[in-house]
């Protein structure tokens, strides 16, 4: 007697079935929006730290100029 052959099946991750979900609600244009709006936090991020190391260069160079 053989026995019967075995199905694996993968089962989705939280993640991916949030993924699956939020594309079926969402439109393109949201999808678009949020991809837009993490991009510009990312850039002011990206801002904030450039702004903070001009602040360290001048003030390295006002010191030594003191």
Do not use: C, F, H, Y
């Not at 991916?16 to 991009?39: F, H, K, P, Y």
């Amino acid at each position: 007697m053989q026995a019967a052959p075995v199905r694996a099946t993968a089962i989705p991750s939280v993640t991916d079935a949030l993924r699956a979900v939020e594309s079926l609600l969402m439109s393109g244009g949201q999808r678009t929006a949020r991809r837009n709006a993490w991009t510009s936090v990312l850039e002011d991020r990206r801002r904030a730290k450039d702004r903070v190391e001009a602040q360290r260069v001048l003030e390295e160079v006002t010191s030594a100029r003191s």
